[in-house]
């Protein structure tokens, strides 16, 4: 594939580049380190020569007792050069073209690099004493001799350049072998995480199994990913069933009405009917059509919440008083309430700004006290609380209710998902209230919970994060906060 990078090979090259260079330093140092052996033997060398010359210069047997320079048994070496000269400037012999240089007499002894002839020399300038006759009354005689001699100086770049040749070889040869050993190395250690890739290359829209490999979740490093990556398709999983139930649901629950539709229209085209007859048809039609609408308009709803906001939480920074909305839906709902003879207590001893849309917070709060009253028996009463704590509202609603039933309560906020169908149809219940809820939460940045209160009922409790608050203590007479609390 264009564009694809490989682990392996991207890992095993920064290796090899590191060991390379790492090499390369090794082997300067070796050189560095090597010349200086090579010249330290080099230098010993031309000591050892200049003292061989220093031996060979001899007496000539005349009066002024004069020397003379004798080079039998005397190895120079190929292409030396070298001048041997006495006390008065006298050369003694010579070969080649040997520079001159000044010397000191503290100095004695002192190497040079030289060119000659285009060919690079090290010089050793040795300046001795020779002592000939020692053996006579007046302990011989002296002469003051100074010896130049110099050989090129490639004889020691051509040690240097072997022993660096002999680790260059050697070098390579390791790194292939670190390369090879490297590469299979790898492919163990990296194992595991082509077995993660084919397991979860099995999986298909039809077969959400995956099984992450022994291998994976043994690695202390792919353990993290084998464990995100179950919980995300776990959840993808559910998400899908969730919207192939909704599917299904929703299917369902418009084909029941618009055949419940089809049916009351189908009656009254059977016969000839009175005006009476066909007004009541047609009223009943046109409820039908409303209960329609509502799911349609519900469902749209749901949608629209379940999209990802574009701005984040606080989209268009929209925002309410929680609790002027809550009185409202209080307000709304009270003929149902009348109705069925059921109380609502509202008491919030504080207000507080929500980031959610008046009209979905007005949603939100119909939608919790519908459920209350659709779950509440006659005479019985819904106490509504508001508190105000670290930042976050809560607001929670109590009813006298029968509770919810436990196998209910994991799908409780599943859209079209009813406790008692049968009734939440008769009162016009589409099982989206709750789920319409927990998106409005979820967007907002809270949460909604519903659990069983004692000794009776259910409550429902709802956080969401607070902008601003202001006291403004509205104690209802019927409602003590601890009964909430």
């Known amino acids: 594939m264009k564009g694809s990078i490989s682990l392996t090979r991207r890992l095993v090259l920064t290796v090899l580049v590191l060991e390379l260079l790492s ?56 292409h030396a050069i070298f001048r041997v000269e006495d006390e008065h400037g006298r050369i003694l012999g010579s070969a080649g073209d040997a520079p001159r240089f000044t010397t ?38 002296r002469h003051g001799i100074t010896i130049v001699y110099g050989i090129p100086e490639g004889r020691i770049w051509h040690e240097v350049l072997e022993a660096v040749r ?44 995956f099984q992450a490999p022994v291998s994976a979740k043994n690695t202390i490093e792919l353990r993290p990913l084998t ?4 919980t995300a398709l776990a959840r993808m999983q559910r998400s ?48 039908d059509f409303n209960r329609l609408e509502s799911t349609v308009q519900k469902m749209l709803t749901l949608a629209r919440l379940e999209q990802p906001a574009a701005g984040g939480l606080n989209e268009g920074h929209a925002s309410c008083s929680l609790r002027g909305v809550m009185e409202d839906a209080i307000h709304q709902s009270q003929p149902l309430a009348e109705l069925k003879a059921v109380t609502i207590d509202f008491e919030s001893a ?57 196998q209910d309560r994991e799908h409780l906020f599943e ?3 009813r406790t008692d169908p049968s009734r939440s149809r008769k009162s016009g219940g589409t099982g989206l ?4 809820c927990k998106a409005l939460c979820e967007r907002a940045g809270g949460s909604i919970e519903i659990a069983n209160h004692s000794p009776v009922g259910a409550l429902v409790t709802v956080t969401l994060p607070a902008e601003t608050t202001s006291a403004s203590p509205t104690p209802s007479a019927s409602l003590k906060a601890q009964s909430l609390y």
């Open 433 to 436: 209230g709750l789920a319409i």
């Open 23 to 78: 090499a390369v330093a090794l082997i300067a140092a070796i050189t560095v380190h090597e010349r200086s052996l090579q010249l330290k033997a080099f230098d010993a060398a031309l000591m050892a020569k200049a003292e061989a010359l220093l031996g060979a210069v001899q007496d000539t047997e005349d009066e002024q007792d004069d020397v003379m320079l004798d080079l039998r048994g005397v190895e120079l070496g190929k």
């Open 104 to 141: 000191s007499p503290a100095e004695p002894m002192a190497f040079h690099d030289e060119t000659v002839n285009g060919r690079r020399y090290r010089f050793l300038v040795f300046q001795a004493l020779r002592i000939v006759d020692p053996g006579e009354a007046n302990g011989g005689v």
């Open 240 to 287: 899908f069933e969730q919207q192939r139930r909704f599917t299904n649901d929703a299917a369902h629950e418009l084909k029941t009405d618009v055949a419940i539709v089809k049916s009351s229209l189908q009656l009254l085209a059977m016969r000839r009917r009175t005006v009476e007859e066909y007004s009541r048809g047609l009223a009943l039609s046109l409820e």
């Open 415 to 417: 859209p079209f998902y």
């Open 227 to 230: 464990l995100a990556l179950e």
């Open 350 to 406: 504080t207000d507080a700004r929500v980031a959610i849309d008046s009209r979905d917070a007005q949603l939100l709060c119909s939608n919790i006290l519908l459920n209350a009253l659709q779950h509440s028996p006659e005479g019985t009463r819904i106490r509504v609380a508001m508190q105000l704590l670290e930042g976050r509202v809560w607001l929670k609603v109590q009813d006298e209710g029968e509770g919810i039933p436990e």
């Open 166 to 209: 002999f680790i260059a070889i050697a070098t390579a040869v390791l790194l292939g072998i670190t390369g090879a050993v490297m590469v299979w190395l790898l492919r163990r250690t990296l194992a595991p995480v082509h077995e993660l890739a084919r397991e979860a290359e099995h999986m298909r829209l039809s077969d959400w199994r």
